[in-house]
């Protein structure tokens, strides 16, 4: 097993403006209050030293919030606070959104030794983008693709939104999104939250229409040049993102950063919600450490169904039995019964889903839960 | 009583619609009168049912000899025989009237004669009862007495100029009562030295001493030794304590003629000595028994089911103890696909039924599912046998069915004229007959309806309540069975018959409850993979249909790194959800669905 391995994810948690929809910790703030929180940060990195640096750093990511809404100095701040060793990742990613990609910061990126770009445009009609309350328009969204190619970024992801409701459809965006082709494409329905205010001007989707648009986006892009190797997610060939599979096969990672989430051996934990709250654990010396669950090896074994089967490789039941032992009677009889319907797919020593079962995958995976 | 006279006796009850004092002037009474102190009477008394107290209703009756000496300087004995205030108890309270002379009709000076005040005058007018009106609340500043008596007079034909305007509440007047029932009110007759004649109005169990019957001796006298016989029971019993209420049981030598009292007899079950029994001794017995008796019928069934399988037992044992107090209470043991093992309860109608509930819950601590109320029905078969159902699935099949009964009752409502179409409209939606109207003066009016029981079981008084702005006061009295175009529906789901489901409902109805099921279930079955086609039918025509669309998408598209727990709790919470349902061929369906088509709850 590659224990050794370990995946970073760092939350920068701001935003010019929060978007309607938008259920994500993210504050708007000012440039002192983003400095202290870098601050904040680095004290973090330092109190798990020495567990990193024993250990191989594989990938890197920069989440938000939008990243790329902290200014150049704070950029370089960051970058130079972090240790070498994050930068000896093989895969490091940094969020953008259009409004706030620059030639000057994209260089500073570049020179940091940032290989991927995630861009957050998820649409190419500006009244949908008025309508989700993003600040930037499908214009702007085109012209950071090319920004971005120019500064020499050979592996970027687009985000697209779809489901957002009738009188929104997804089709054109589509078409305009593969003639840009980024080189990975994350596609997510919108949902809504009762606290955020896009819940009192939309009504949710109904499944079928979503079903159905998501069927579009995966014929189209299937036909581009694309594979889907996720519920959500389609690359070209090797432009998978390695960060994100590694949550799939559950390799560990460290979340730092304000309600950022780890993984690391047989406990998962979540730092602090508020950046009050980060601030104070972290001035007394403490990690901001809000919940630590310590999982059962059944646990375990149900997270690896769980995981593994969000991915269209699905599970290695030969590494499943090697960890967790045989699958139950009761699972192997409810897998049986899911292959019948043409949910499941069982293919040598590997359990995977149907592009049918992925689609009800709630379905399956609460049977498959003990 | 060693100064045993019939003239100084008194035997009365009080009658009244709910809520117009009739438990608060029997307190008083008694307190008055010296029989317990206010602290003893909260403790002795009135505790033996919270829920009579809450609810304004008297449940079991309160009896009690009150020994009072009148303005004229005689001491008199009156007995206060307490009737049950509620339509469910019609037969108790004829007969607790049958034990009496007279009766208190308590009216509440503020809002009048109500239905139930008019039904209780005609059940005690046709005991031949001498009827003393009072005028109760008078304290309040809303009392307009001088009408409220014109109404009794208009309506009740009783002269009530006189009627002592009292509070039962401050205790003002009170004695002017009992002077009015000195007065009024016949002293009993009969004869101490004839052979025994009792009359049973009530019965309790005590723990120790068994089934204690209250009695009211017509003739002759009972005492410790003696052996009596229950003549409808055809039973003997050698009776080891006579005594009287004070309201407190006490032992006396023995009960004449005229008198009120109870026996202790070691009798093991309330059902030998029900309401209307009549006691005579074994040895000289008299020839006839008193004239009226009938073992009360349930009227109104409910399933009850424990909301946790394992108080089943429970349940039972519950059921087991109320039933030694309540002789018309009963029970089977059923079982339901949704619900598992549990009980059809039988009750005289919908009051006993969701006092039995509470006092279930409340008593016993339990936690329980009532199903829908429903009524027994009459079957003549094709071959002539009759059969009562009261669960659909034991109706026969279709041809083999003559005709179905239903029980039919008489109702009065009495509403402000102003609702008076509002009412109409509601009797006639519930296959209502208009039998009369009067006015009962300029603002109201009394509306008498012919209703199948069946309608008027569910949720009647709500909608009364509902449609006359909480003005509309209602009354009802069992009247027969008649034939009726009765259909038995039942429900498909993806084509599979569910017996828990099947009804017995009037075939002008059976759309409307069908598509109301129908849609009760689509909204609580969740989606599945495929479409679930949910029909309601009668015989083979399908009459109503739903369907309830498949699932195409049920997945979480975000989970990175911070959305597993939160994805992990989900999928629990959804198989917690999935443990409670029951599988019918490849549809699950929830609880909740069984609960939102079989639950007794008000919402339309």
């Given at each position: 097993m590659m224990k050794n391995n370990l995946g970073i994810y760092i939350h920068l948690p701001f935003c010019k403006e929060k978007c309607s929809y938008c259920d994500f910790t993210s504050f708007c703030a000012d440039e002192k209050t983003q400095s202290r929180y870098i601050d904040d940060l680095l004290k973090e990195v330092s109190c798990y030293r020495s567990d990193t640096e024993q250990r191989d750093i594989s990938t890197l990511y920069f989440g938000g919030?939008?990243?790329?809404?902290?200014s150049p100095f704070l950029l370089e701040k960051l970058f130079r606070g972090l240790?070498?060793?994050?930068?000896?990742?093989?895969e490091i990613t940094f969020e953008m959104n259009p409004e706030s990609v620059s030639l000057e910061k994209l260089s500073i990126l570049k020179e940091a030794g940032v290989n991927r770009i995630s861009l957050g445009i998820q649409s190419f009609a500006d009244r949908t983008l008025d309508l989700l309350g993003r600040i930037h328009s499908a214009e702007e969204g085109v012209a950071a693709v090319h920004h971005i190619r120019q500064a020499g970024f050979k592996n970027l992801n687009v985000d697209l939104m779809y489901a957002i409701g009738e009188g929104y459809p997804v089709e054109e965006s589509v078409r305009n999104l593969v003639k840009l082709q980024p080189d990975h494409i994350s596609t997510y329905p919108l949902e809504l939250y009762?606290?955020?205010?896009l819940s009192k001007i939309l009504q949710p989707v109904d499944d079928a229409l979503s079903a159905q648009e998501f069927s579009f986006i995966h014929d189209e892009l299937i036909a581009n040049g694309y594979v889907r190797y996720e519920v959500s997610n389609f690359a070209k060939p090797g432009f998978a993102s390695k960060h994100n599979i590694g949550y799939w096969e559950r390799t560990d990672y460290l979340g730092l950063g304000v309600s950022a989430h780890s993984l690391l051996g047989s406990h998962r934990h979540s730092n602090s919600l508020t950046l009050a709250a980060y601030h104070d654990a972290l001035s007394r010396g403490d990690k901001p450490i809000e919940e630590r669950v310590e999982l059962t090896r059944e646990d375990q074994a149900f997270e690896m169904l769980m995981l593994g089967?969000?991915?269209?490789?699905?599970?290695?039941l030969s590494l499943y039995r090697e960890r967790y032992g045989d699958l139950s009677k009761g699972q192997k009889k409810s897998i049986m019964k899911f292959r019948d319907q043409g949910l499941i797919d069982r293919r040598k020593d590997r359990l995977a889903l149907t592009p049918e079962g992925m689609n009800l995958m709630n379905l399956v995976l609460v049977e498959l839960m003990e | 009583m060693s100064n045993y006279s019939l003239e100084n006796i008194r035997n009365f009850s009080i009658i009244a619609h709910i809520d117009h004092g009739k438990s608060t002037l029997a307190d008083r009474l008694i307190e008055s009168t010296g029989g317990l102190s206010q602290r003893e009477m909260k403790e002795q008394v009135l505790d033996n049912m919270d829920l009579e107290r809450e609810r304004g209703i008297t449940i079991k009756l309160q009896t009690a000899r009150l020994n009072y000496r009148a303005k004229d300087g005689r001491d008199y004995q009156l007995n206060l025989i307490d009737t049950p205030g509620h339509v469910d108890f019609t037969y108790e309270v004829s007969r607790s009237l049958a034990a009496c002379e007279g009766a208190l009709l308590v009216v509440d000076a503020s809002q009048g004669v109500e239905a139930q005040t008019i039904a209780n005058v005609y059940l005690a007018d046709s005991q031949g009862l001498e009827i003393v009106p009072v005028l109760n609340k008078i304290d309040l500043p809303s009392a307009r007495p001088e009408e409220v008596i014109t109404e009794i007079e208009d309506i009740i034909g009783v002269y009530a100029e006189d009627a002592p305007r009292i509070s039962a509440k401050t205790g003002l007047n009170i004695a002017d009562v009992f002077e009015e029932v000195i007065e009024k009110v016949p002293a009993p007759s009969g004869d101490p030295d004839a052979p025994l004649k009792a009359l049973i109005f009530d019965s309790f169990y005590d723990t120790y001493r068994g089934a204690i019957p209250m009695i009211r001796i017509f003739d002759g006298e009972v005492k410790k030794g003696d052996v009596v016989r229950m003549m409808a029971a055809k039973q003997d019993f050698e009776v080891t304590e006579v005594g009287v209420f004070t309201p407190a049981m006490k032992t006396v030598s023995s009960l004449k003629a005229g008198e009120v009292g109870y026996l202790v007899a070691s009798i093991k079950d309330v059902r030998l000595v029900r309401v209307g029994e009549t006691v005579t001794h074994a040895?000289?017995?008299?020839k006839e028994p008193m004239p009226g008796y009938k073992k009360a019928q349930p009227m109104v069934f409910c399933g009850l089911y424990p909301a946790e399988g394992e108080d089943y037992d429970n349940i039972r044992d519950a059921l087991e103890k109320l039933q030694l107090n309540d002789a018309s209470l009963t029970f089977e043991p059923e079982t339901s696909v949704a619900l598992g093992f549990g009980y059809r309860c039988g009750f005289l109608g919908l009051l006993h039924m969701e006092i039995i509930q509470e006092r279930l819950e409340r008593e016993f601590d339990l936690d329980l599912i009532a199903t829908a109320p429903s009524v027994i029905y009459e079957v003549i078969t094709t071959k002539g046998e009759e059969l009562w159902i009261q669960?659909?699935?034991?109706?026969?099949?279709v041809q083999e069915v003559q005709s179905i009964l239903e029980p039919v009752v008489i109702s009065s409502i009495i509403v402000p004229k102003d609702y008076i179409g509002n009412v109409m409209d509601l009797a006639q939606t519930r296959r209502g007959t208009f039998i009369d109207m009067h006015f009962i003066d300029e603002r109201r009016a009394r509306l008498r309806y012919e209703l199948p029981l069946n309608e008027i079981i569910y949720d009647f008084f709500d909608a009364l309540k509902s449609r006359t702005r909480g003005y509309g006061s209602f009354d009802y009295e069992m009247d027969r069975y008649e034939p009726s175009d009765l259909v038995k529906m039942d429900i498909l789901i993806n084509y599979e018959l569910i017996d828990a489901f099947s009804i017995i409902v009037h075939r002008d109805k059976a759309v409307a409850r069908g598509r109301q099921i129908v849609e009760r279930l689509k909204d609580a079955i969740p989606r599945q993979q495929i479409p679930i086609p949910l029909q309601a039918a009668i015989g083979g025509s399908i009459i109503a249909r739903e369907t309830i669309r498949a699932l195409r998408k049920d997945v979480l598209a975000k989970c990175y790194g911070g959305d597993i727990s939160r994805k992990k709790k989900l999928l629990e919470k959804q198989k917690e959800g999935k443990k409670r349902m029951r599988q019918f061929g490849s549809v699950e369906v929830p609880q909740q669905a069984f609960l939102s088509v079989l639950k007794f709850d008000d919402e339309k």
């Open positions: 919030g939008t990243p790329s809404a902290l240790p070498k060793q994050y930068f000896s990742a093989e009762d606290h955020r205010p089967l969000r991915l269209t490789d699905g599970v290695d | 040895e000289n017995p008299i669960n659909p699935t034991n109706l026969p099949p």
